[in-house]
T-cell receptor, first 113, second 114 residues
Framework: GAGVSQTPSNKVTEKGKYVELRCDPI?????LYWYRQSLGQGPEFLIY????????DSGLPNDRFFAVRPEGSVSTLKIQRTERGDSAVYLC???????????FGQGTRLTVV | AQSVTQLDSQVPVFEEAPVELRCNYS??????LFWYVQYPNQGLQLLLK??????LVKGINGFEAEFNKSQTSFHLRKPSVHISDTAEYFC????????????FGRGTSLIVHP
């Protein structure tokens, strides 16, 4: 596709359940970022991939959060034992890795009930 | 580490009036600077960026921003706003070199009244 694609666009889950959020970056983009945006706040960095490896995961809030990018393209953000405080919009972005600016997807709105 | 402060959470303005959205940053290294716009229920779209060179950068939709190193600022301006400019605007900074991970401010809500 032409842009960054995130699925699902909306996800409602019960507290304690496991969820997976998918990001399909722009073709050829080696850098991929995950952010979390709460209501009224700016995007908060979670994790950065360069190729297949997580180059910086310092933003992951705790060990319930994990992300993979096994083939250097699609990435999945995984959240175990979800809590109501995990409710937010999860944003994915990609770039060429040489800085010109990151391109963002539409986001996945996660609601934990 | 870098940080961004957007001084105004909300800026109301009348259509066709000029507007300035303020952004200050903090960093111990050289930086790249960005402004993104987020329309309701949409993703973030890059408005403009400063990487190097001229301190006055022009972006899409008639917006421009000026990098001021001595004041560590990167304010966004538009000489005449339209109703369609109503959106959330985010300033972001990243270290020049390394992972380029952008750090975002809290955002400024621009509200354009007819």
């Amino acid at each position: 596709g032409a842009g960054v694609s995130q699925t699902p666009s909306n996800k409602v889950t019960e507290k304690g359940k496991y969820v997976e959020l998918r990001c399909d970056p722009i073709s050829g983009h080696t850098a991929l970022y995950w952010y979390r945006q709460s209501l009224g706040q700016g995007p908060e960095f979670l994790i950065y991939f360069q190729g297949t490896g997580a180059a910086d995961d310092s933003g992951l809030p705790n060990d319930r959060f994990f992300a993979v990018r096994p083939e250097g393209s699609v990435s999945t953000l995984k959240i175990q034992r979800t809590e109501r405080g995990d409710s937010a919009v999860y944003l994915c972005a990609s770039s060429t890795g040489q800085y010109g600016g990151a391109f963002f997807g539409q986001g996945t709105r996660l609601t934990v009930v | 580490a870098q940080s961004v402060t957007q001084l105004d959470s909300q800026v109301p303005v009348f259509e066709e009036a000029p507007v300035e959205l303020r952004c200050n940053y903090s960093s111990s290294v050289s930086v790249y600077l960005f402004w993104y716009v987020q329309y309701p229920n949409q993703g973030l779209q890059l408005l403009l960026k400063y990487l190097s060179g001229s301190t006055l950068v022009k972006g899409i939709n008639g917006f421009e921003a000026e990098f001021n190193k001595s004041q560590t600022s990167f304010h966004l301006r538009k000489p005449s706003v339209h109703i369609s400019d109503t959106a959330e605007y985010f300033c972001a900074v990243s270290a020049s070199g390394g992972s380029y991970i952008p750090t975002f401010g809290r955002g400024t809500s621009l509200i354009v009244h007819p």
